[in-house]
């Protein structure tokens, strides 16, 4: 009998690849750029918190897909479904340590026991940027703007960013005398992308009563364009309200000129979460709508209340990395490198390991990223090695060239030699992609 383990992996979680992890820490560096130039800053919370501190929060559906135990202390405990939850705990927390209003970022994995997709897993990777502390329109509209500007930094900007507004929602339905049904209706506008206008009507039907049924369904729909929009749900949610004074003042200053994407009121856009209370956002990708929301989020006044009595408003939105990595590789907008090393000095002599070691140490001193190849093989075999982590140059150093102080470089993509060379020569040529001329 075989003592040998079969090396499984869970069902909707999988093992990233260097090629898969480059692209991944590439798109989070420039994400971080982006948060950092907004002002936000960075923060971590435990992927464990108690149970009481999670369930609840996000909603009947949300709970069934958390991940919950009880630990080796008998403590109910659960693994985060989300970053927005646990910010709430830390705000609570933290509330003497920090400023107001507060802006974090936090790119971390999050786990949900849900039906596995395109682009989505149990295990998943999600970036989340908030402001808390101020309940403005200005940070409504900072939350839209981090968005565009992190699209077009990753260079996307052929998309659509939806957005509505929860308590305009809810002005509707208090018109319409059902707004102890509130929660059901969202969920199942929420479905709309996924089941469809027929079937969401059907469930209206059954949850209210036809007439009902159709009248949300011309209330979430939209119209020629903002105006006309906000004219509509004025007249359907019984006049001008806070909430909608709110969604007309976003879209004044969008179109003033702040945003040059695509900024469109879709009042069918609710977010499935139960604790969002007022704006609500979702962004899709005009050439893949199959995959989905991107980027999602909205404001939530009401949930650090859980744990503080102190009113902590709050609005953030957060990228779907995994689902965003999918996209960017099927529009082809990331590389597929192995690896992200510069040089590779072969190794010819095994006497000359050290002195391979330091010229390695002097061109990283210069920017460069560098191996060193651990042992003698044939020459052609460690070309081959670099060809295959996708290394562009490789330095050929024996006991001559060390005793002249020169190097010579050979380019794999052309088989290019470059001979009697200085360091400083060489590192020209690795950095700025050619020949010095004479």
Known sequence: MSDLIEPRVLKGFRDSLPQKEIAKK???????????????????TPVLEYAEILLGKGGGETDKQVYRFFDHGNRDVALRFDLTVPF???????????????????IAKVYRGENTQRGRYREFTQCDFDIVGSDTVSSDLEILLVM????????????????SHRGVFS??????????????????????????????QEQLSELTDPEKAEKILTFISRE????????KLQDLSGGTNPALDRLRDICRLLSEGLSRSSFILDPSITRGLDYYTGIVYETFLKDLPEIGSVCSGGRYDNLASLYTKTRMPGVGSSIGLDRLLAALEELGKIGNKPSNTDLMILCLEEELTGYYHSLARDFREKGIAVEVFPEKRKIAGQFSFAEKKGIPFCLICGSAEKESGKVNLRRLSTRENLDSLSLEQAAGIITQGHAPKD
């Open 26 to 44: 590439e798109v989070e560096a420039i994400l971080e750029k982006v948060f950092t130039s907004f002002g936000f800053v960075p923060l971590d």
């Open 88 to 106: 709430a705990r830390f705000i609570a927390t933290h509330e003497s340590e920090l400023y107001f209003p507060f802006k974090r970022y936090h």
């Open 148 to 163: 565009e500007s992190s699209f077009k930094a990753l260079g996307i900007e052929d998309l659509t960013f939806r957005f």
């Open 171 to 200: 002005y509707f339905l208090s018109k319409l005398d059902i707004s102890n049904r509130t929660v059901e209706i969202l969920r199942l506008v929420d479905k709309l992308p996924k089941i469809g206008g027929e079937a969401v």
């Open 224 to 231: 020629e364009n903002n105006e006309r929009t906000l004219e």
